[in-house]
């Protein structure tokens, strides 16, 4: 006699039906972690495109920095230049124009007008003389008292000073005007 046939009927149903169970519930555990497995691996391919499109994303921004970094600095040098012309030229005027007062207060130079020679008035009234080594080519001249001569060079310079000014004014708008 073998062994099955001496358990009962209703024993063997039961313990085949806890078998089918067993297998069961082992085969669906093995497709919840297939189903487990393949979830994770969509997942993770998932946050790798994201850390993708965050590291491009992160990537553009730096570019973007950088040139703007780039853009203000080469800005900067153009108006550095532009601010070392404008004090050269400025600082050449007033060397000049220092020059040009130190000459006048020495007698060295003297400042004079031509005179209009068809004006019938004032042709007595102003004295035309010349020093005795100058030779005055065109028409009569009349000069200036030196201190009248400082005054007006003092004007000459202060006007100067604002054209230099100005245009320097001008080249910064520019410069900063223009994107470049």
């Not at 590291?55 to 921004?61: D, E, F, K, L």
């Not at 970094?69 to 108006?79: G, V």
């Not at 006048?104 to 007595?124: F, G, P, Y």
């Not at 001569?149 to 900063?176: M, N, P, S």
Request: charged share 20%; hydrophobic share 45%.
């Amino acid at each position: 006699m073998r062994v099955v046939d001496l358990i009962p009927a209703s024993y063997r149903l039961l313990a085949i039906g806890v078998l089918l169970t067993a297998l069961a519930g082992g085969s669906a555990a093995s497709a919840w972690k297939v189903q487990d497995w393949r979830y994770g691996q969509q997942l993770a391919e998932q946050a790798g495109l994201h850390k993708d499109d965050l590291i491009a994303i992160s990537n553009a921004a730096a570019d973007q920095v950088r040139t703007a970094q780039d853009n203000r600095l080469a800005l900067e040098q153009r108006l550095s230049a532009s601010e070392q012309t404008h004090y050269k030229e400025l600082s050449d005027a007033q060397h000049n124009q220092a020059r040009l007062r130190d000459r006048l207060a020495t007698a060295d130079l003297r400042l004079s007008v031509l005179l209009d020679a068809t004006d019938a008035t004032n042709s007595d009234t102003v004295s035309a003389a010349t020093s005795a080594g100058g030779v005055v080519h065109g028409g009569t001249r009349a000069q200036f008292d030196p201190a009248h001569a400082q005054r007006i060079i003092g004007i000459t310079d202060v006007g100067d000073q604002g054209l230099i000014a100005l245009a320097a004014c001008q080249a910064y708008a520019k410069e900063v005007s223009t994107p470049k």
